[in-house]
C-alpha cells in the first residue's frame, strides 16, 4: 500500500466514525430536543424573562405614585404638599405602622408627631419617623425615595431659615461629596450578565453531554464497542471520530444559543436602566473563538468520565456533577470580584469568564489575552485527550458484563 | 490459518485460560467446545486482539498478533459475543459502517454486500433500523457486518445462542458454505450436537485447558465412547455446563 493511500485510509476511519456518530444521533429526538433546542434556547428565553421583570419593576418603582399612610398629615400640611409633588399619594393614616409595614399592607409608613406644628413655629428640629422592614428588598427603593424626599425637604427649609438670617446656606454644610461614577453604560450592564459565560459553558456542556454518554457508556452498555474495536482502526482513531462528533454537537448548540441572544438582546430593555448591551456578530464571534479549545476540554472530559462509568446512568449522574465545576470560575467572580492578573486568563473556564465579561463590558479581549486563553486550554484540552485515548486502549473499556 | 500456542490470561487470581494451544486450518469448520466459563470467549478474545494474553502466541496466517494486531485483525471476521448493533441504523447502514472501517471500496462494497445478503437470506429486513429485530434478524446483521470484507479466517462465538431450529439451520449451511470456499471457520459453542454435527476438528476445553483436540471420530475412538456426548463427558470429567 502507498503512503497515499494508507493516508485516506486514516482519515477515512476517523471520517467514518464522526459520519456514522452524527447520523445516528441526528435520529435520536432526546438528543436533538436536549441538544439543539432545550439547551441553547432555554437560556437565553430564560434570561430575557428575568432581566424583563427586574427592569420593569425597577422602572415601575421610578415613575410610578408612591402610596404611603401618613399618620398626623394634618400637622404638616406644607410637609405633605412637597411629598406630593415628589410623587407620593399620601394614604389614610393606619392604627399600627409597624404590623402595616412588617405584614405587607404597605412599603413604607410616615409619622408625624402632633407637635410638630408648635417645634417648627420655634424653628426647633422635629422628628418625622419612617416605618419599613429592610429584610423586604423589594421595597428598598421605595423606602430610598420617601426618604431622600423628606430630606431633601428638610435641606430646602433650612436653607430659607439660614437665608432669613442673613447668612448663606452653606455654612451648614462646610463639606459637600461630589459623586463622580466612572461606569459606562456597559460596565453597569455586567453586574446585571454576570452568569452570562456560565450560561454558554452550560451550553457548550449540555449539548455534548447526550452525545459523549451514548458514545462511550451506550455503546458498551448496548454492547457495541466489541465488535467495533475488532476492527482495524486503531482505537485512539476511533476516539478522535467520536470527539469530533460531540465537539460538532456542543458546537452547534453554542452557535444557536449565541444567535438566539443576539436575536432576544434586541428585547432586553438595557437602555432604560442607562446600560448598553451588545450581544452582537462581534461579541458572538469573540465568544465563539474563546470557547474553540474549551469545547475539546470538555467533550474529552465528558467521555473521560463516560467511560469510567459502568452504565448510561451512572455516566449520567458523573456528567451532572461535573456540570458544576464550570460554576465556580462565575460563583468566585460574582461573589469575589479579583482584579485580573495576566496568568488567570490561562485558567480554562476562568480565562473564558474574564475574556466574556471584558467583552460584554466594552473594553475588548487584547490579542495577548486572547493568545493565553486559547493556549492555557488547549494544553489542558490536549492533556485530557491523551488521558481520555490511554483508558480507550485499556482492555475492560470494550467489555460489557 | 489460526494458531494458537500456549495462550495464559489471568484476571486476578482467577486464570482464565491456563495454557490453551491448537490450530484452525483453512477449509475446516473446527469447533471450540466447553462447558459455561471454560476460557472460550476470552480464548477468542485474545485472537482478535481485544484482550492481550499475559503468555503464549496467536498467529494468523502467520502474522503474530502481538506484533502487527491491526493486520490480524483485517484477516478475521468476528463475531463476538456481544452482538451489539446500532438500533438506530438500519441492517444496511450497520453492514457499511464497518466496510467502511474497512477501508473497502464502494464496488467491492457493493458487490460483497449482495453475495452476503443472498447468503445469509436476510434482503427483506436490509432497510429497517435493527431496533426490535428478531434474535435470529440480529445474528444475521451481525454476521454480514462481520464478513463485509471477505476474511479469510472466520471467528463466530456462540453463533446460534437464542436461535430457533430454522435459523439454526440456516446458520449452519452458512458455515459450511464459508468452509467450502476455502476459509478457516473456528467456532466455540458449549452444544454439543451442534459440535457433531458441523466440525472437522474438535477442541475441547475445560477449566482453561485443552484436554482434547481430535476429529470427531478419533474422539470417539480415543474415549472407547460411540455416543459423542459421552465421550465430551468423560473428557470433562464432569456433565456441569454442558447442553446436550
Known sequence: MSAATSKVRRAGAVL????????????????????FLTGPLLGPLLFVLLINVQVNRELDKADQPLHVPVIGAQYAPHLVDALKQGGIVP???????????????????????ADYGAAWRKGEPVQVELFYDSSRRDTGSAVERLGKL?????????????????????????????????????????????????????????GGMYLAIDLTAGERERQSLEPLFANPVARWKILVGKLAAICVFSLASLAITLLAFAVVGRFIPAAKLGMELDLGWHFAGTVLLLMLPL????????????????????????????????????????????????????????????????????DGVSGEQFALCLAGTLVAALFAVGVTAQLYRSEKLAISG | MIEVRDLHKAFGSVKAVDGVGFTARD????????????????????????????????????????????????????????????????????????????????????????ALVDALEMRDILDRRTEGFSQGQRVKTAIARALIHDPRNVILDEPTNGLDVMATRGLRRF??????????????????????????????????????????????????ETNLEDAFVKIIGSEEGLAA
Open chain 1, 16 to 35: 467514518t466514525v464522526f459520519l456514522k456518530e452524527v447520523r445516528e444521533n441526528l435520529r435520536d429526538r432526546r438528543t436533538l430536543t436536549g441538544a
Open chain 1, 91 to 113: 394614604e389614610p393614616a393606619v392604627a399600627d405602622p409597624g404590623a402595616a409595614v412588617r405584614q405587607q399592607d404597605a412599603d413604607a409608613v410616615l409619622r408625624i408627631a
Open chain 1, 150 to 206: 423628606v430630606e431633601n425637604y428638610a435641606r430646602q427649609q433650612g436653607a430659607m431659615r439660614l437665608v432669613a438670617r442673613g447668612l448663606a446656606p452653606g455654612t451648614a454644610w462646610p463639606v459637600q461629596v461630589a459623586r463622580r461614577d466612572q461606569a459606562t453604560p456597559q460596565s453597569r450592564a455586567v453586574l446585571m450578565f454576570a452568569m452570562l459565560p456560565y450560561f454558554f459553558v452550560i451550553t457548550l456542556f449540555l
Open chain 1, 295 to 362: 469545547v475539546l476540554l470538555l467533550a474529552s472530559l465528558q467521555t473521560l468520565v463516560a467511560a469510567f462509568a459502568k452504565s448510561y446512568r451512572e455516566a449520567q449522574t458523573y456528567l451532572s456533577l461535573l456540570m458544576m465545576v464550570p460554576l465556580i470560575p462565575s460563583l468566585v467572580l460574582s461573589f469575589l470580584p479579583v482584579k485580573a492578573q495576566a496568568w488567570m486568563y490561562a485558567v480554562p473556564l476562568l480565562g473564558q469568564n474574564l475574556g466574556i465579561m471584558q467583552q460584554l463590558r466594552g
Open chain 2, 27 to 114: 477449509g475446516e469448520i473446527t469447533g471450540l467446545l466447553g462447558p459455561n466459563g471454560a476460557g472460550k470467549t476470552t480464548t477468542l478474545r485474545m485472537l482478535y486482539t481485544l484482550m492481550a494474553p499475559d503468555r503464549g502466541q496467536v498467529l494468523v496466517d502467520g502474522i503474530d498478533a502481538a506484533a502487527d494486531p491491526l493486520a490480524v485483525r483485517r484477516t478475521l471476521g468476528v463475531l463476538p459475543d456481544a452482538r451489539g448493533l446500532y438500533k438506530r441504523l438500519t441492517a444496511r447502514e450497520n453492514i457499511e459502517y464497518f466496510a467502511r472501517l474497512h477501508g473497502l471500496d464502494e464496488a467491492t462494497l457493493r458487490s460483497r454486500h449482495e
Open chain 2, 175 to 224: 458455515m459450511q458454505q464459508l468452509r467450502d470456499e476455502g476459509r478457516c471457520v473456528l467456532f466455540s459453542s458449549h452444544i454439543m450436537q451442534e459440535v457433531a454435527a458441523l466440525c472437522d476438528r474438535i477442541v475441547v476445553i475445560a477449566h482453561g485447558r485443552v484436554v482434547a483436540d481430535e476429529t470427531p471420530d478419533a474422539l470417539r475412538a480415543q474415549t472407547g
